[in-house]
C-alpha cells in the first residue's frame, strides 16, 4: 500500500506538469483516431464542388472557410456507410453537427483534391 501511495504522489504532480506543457505548446492528442485523421487530411487537399453541393451552399450562405472550420471540424466520418479502402479515391459521409446531426455530406477524398459530392438533410 505504501508504495502504491508513492506511486501516485509522483504521478498525479508528473500528469500535471505534461498537462501544462503540452497545453502551452498547443499540441492536441486527438488527431490519432481514423475520424480524426480523415478530416485533417480533407482540409490539406484542394476543395471541388458538384453542382448540387454548389446549389446548396449558395442557398446556406456557406463559404469554403466555413465548409473547413465548422463543417469538417465538427462533424463525425460515419465509416458503416463510407467506403474507405475504395481506390482511387474513397468516399465518405461526414454528418454534421456530431451530436443530433442535422445534414450528411458526401465527398471523395483523392491525392490531390476534395471532391463534395451532394448533402442530405436528415431532420
Do not use: W
Not at 505548446?25 to 471541388?48: H, I, M, Q, W
Amino acid at each position: 500500500m505504501r508504495k502504491l501511495k508513492f506511486y501516485f504522489i509522483g504521478l498525479v504532480p508528473g500528469l500535471i506538469i505534461v498537462f501544462f506543457i503540452l497545453n502551452k505548446k498547443g499540441a492536441r492528442c486527438t488527431g490519432y483516431l481514423p475520424d480524426s485523421r480523415v478530416r485533417a487530411e480533407t482540409l490539406t487537399k484542394n476543395f471541388r464542388y458538384s453542382p448540387d453541393f454548389e446549389d446548396f451552399m449558395k442557398k446556406r450562405g456557406i463559404d469554403e472557410k466555413f465548409l473547413k472550420d465548422s463543417i469538417l471540424s465538427a462533424g463525425k466520418i460515419d465509416f458503416d456507410r463510407s467506403h474507405a479502402q475504395k481506390q482511387p479515391c474513397p468516399d465518405y459521409i461526414l454528418q454534421y453537427p456530431e451530436r443530433n446531426p442535422r445534414l450528411e455530406i458526401s465527398f471523395e477524398k483523392c491525392k490531390e483534391t476534395a471532391t463534395f459530392l451532394g448533402v442530405k438533410k436528415i431532420r
